[in-house]
């Protein structure tokens, strides 16, 4: 069964600090990757996609690709209050649907 | 906000009572999925539809599930008889080219 992998637990940074999280998966031909943010009680929102190996900058998110590996990553840069939540790591397989980690749960202290 | 919408927000139902429930797409997406996330577990795709049809269907979409799109805006996932373990959040989304769009969501509760 393909699987993606959110292994760690739940993260506590300080304002101002690097969050860093990691995803595994192992659909070798999967082409397509997205980073999701979820609120308590809301719907998954897309903060980055990556198709190709390296990295994708969009404002303080960093994401990293690496497909020899099977790892992608995200990198939140300046972390503020409201980046507070649960991030997804979601991975296109099949007929275009997502398969989706656990999750991993950021908690930024002020 | 998410610009696909979802009705209702929240559904308390009996087991064995049947529900629907609905979402309202992007206007020119053609793609669409429904997705459960349990509370406290991973999203899960339950079902893709495409020109009209399912393209794609999950282990969990057994005979109690069915959708479809009634009006040609409205898309519907409708639960024959539910069960206690039918609770969960159902996302609706819409393939983008930048990555699928989720709606706001429907809470279900079975009891």
């Known amino acids: 069964q393909k699987e993606v992998e959110q292994n760690s637990g739940p993260l506590s940074v300080p304002e101002g600090a690097i969050a860093s999280l990691n995803c595994t998966y192992s659909d070798r031909v999967s082409q397509s990757f997205f980073w999701y943010r979820q609120y308590s009680g809301k719907s998954p929102e897309l903060i980055m996609s990556i198709y190709s190996n390296g990295d994708k900058e969009d404002g303080r998110f960093t994401a990293q690709l690496n497909k020899a590996s099977q790892y992608v990553s995200l990198l939140i840069r300046d972390s503020q209050p409201s980046d507070s939540a649960t991030y997804l790591c979601?991975?296109?397989?099949?007929?275009?649907?997502?398969?989706f980690g656990k999750g991993n749960q950021v908690v930024v202290i002020p | 906000e998410p610009e696909v919408t979802q009705t209702p927000s929240h559904q308390v139902t009996q087991m064995g009572q049947e529900v629907i429930l609905r979402c309202v797409p992007i206007?020119?997406?053609?793609?669409f999925y429904w997705y459960r996330q349990i509370l406290g577990q991973k999203v899960e795709f339950l079902v893709s539809?495409?020109?009209?049809?399912?393209?794609?269907k999950s282990e969990i979409f057994d005979d109690q599930f069915s959708v479809e799109r009634p009006d040609g805006s409205n898309f519907t996932l409708k639960i024959r008889s539910t069960k206690l373990e039918d609770s969960a959040m159902y996302f609706c989304?819409?393939?983008?080219?930048?990555?699928?769009?989720f709606g706001s969501g429907t809470r279900l509760t079975v009891v």
């Open positions: 539809f495409y020109n009209n049809e399912i393209s794609e």
């Open positions: 979601a991975v296109k397989e099949g007929n275009n649907r997502l398969a």
């Open positions: 989304a819409t393939r983008d080219p930048l990555g699928d769009t």
């Open positions: 206007s020119n997406h053609l793609y």
